[in-house]
């Protein structure tokens, strides 16, 4: 997670949350146009998002459930206003899997990150704010589709779909198979797990969470892997690794149709 010391808050904090960050030492920790991420460096330091109106709601609630669990931040403060949304998180305890120490032994991290997903999903959801996420997922896909937004940036070969068409064929007649059975992540991503000496501290970066159809999870873990360790040598052992008697590679064909609809 990139570190940048800047000269505080650019922007008028309210008191609900100026208190936490007074005489502290500032970094933007952004990584998303979508949002602004400020590390703020006190006590055991915490974490401001902002973002605008209405885009923080659905993560402060999962940030929540998540913490519930021993799973996630505290959230210490959620504000929205007209203009835009914050979020105050305390910091979880480690670092996030792209530091050096877990990238240069990427077995173990490769079974540290199926080992943690598997335990995510036998996780009880009972009382999750979202309790249909694989119902919001297809929505975003298709409404997607419906626009043009076609994502060859993320995904250059478009998992081998030769247009939009193609892969809106595929969704539409796989997209009945999924289901929500299980606690997701919903970007499961080296930078969104942290670990503290290989122990898993918390998952952050919750927003698309919920009770959702495993393999949204498992496409990312395998996803994750290659783009930060720049090969595909450690898809069939992350798979193998989290338990194949879950893992439907047809399933998987499905959710990357869906995600190059951004």
Known sequence: MKKTKINGIPFKLPKDISHFINGADVYDSSCSPEARVYFIDKENGYFLKRAKAGALEKEAAMTKFFHSKNLGAEVLTYLSYSNADLLLTAAVKGEDCTREEY?????????????????????????????????????????????????????????????????YA??????????????????????????????????????????????????????????NLKTDKYRDRFLDAYGRDKADESLLKIIAAAEVFG
């Not at 999903?121 to 249909?132: G, L, W, Y």
Request: glycine residues 8%; contains cysteine; proline residues 4%.
């Open 103 to 167: 990238l240069s032994r990427p077995e173990r991290l490769c079974d540290v990150l199926a080992c943690e997903l598997r335990k995510l999903h036998e996780t009880d959801f009972s009382a999750c704010p979202v309790p249909d996420r694989t119902a919001d997922y297809l929505t975003f896909a298709e409404e997607n589709y419906r626009t043009g937004n076609y994502d060859k940036t993320s995904f250059p070969d478009s998992f081998g779909y030769r247009n939009a068409e193609e892969a």
């Open 170 to 227: 595929v969704l539409t007649e796989g997209k009945s198979a999924l289901q929500s059975k299980v606690l997701l992540h919903g970007d499961y991503c080296l930078p969104n797990v942290i670990l503290d000496n290989w122990k898993l501290s918390g998952f952050i970066d919750v927003g698309s969470g919920g009770v959702g159809d495993r393999h949204i999870d498992l496409f990312w873990g395998t996803w994750t892997l290659f783009f």
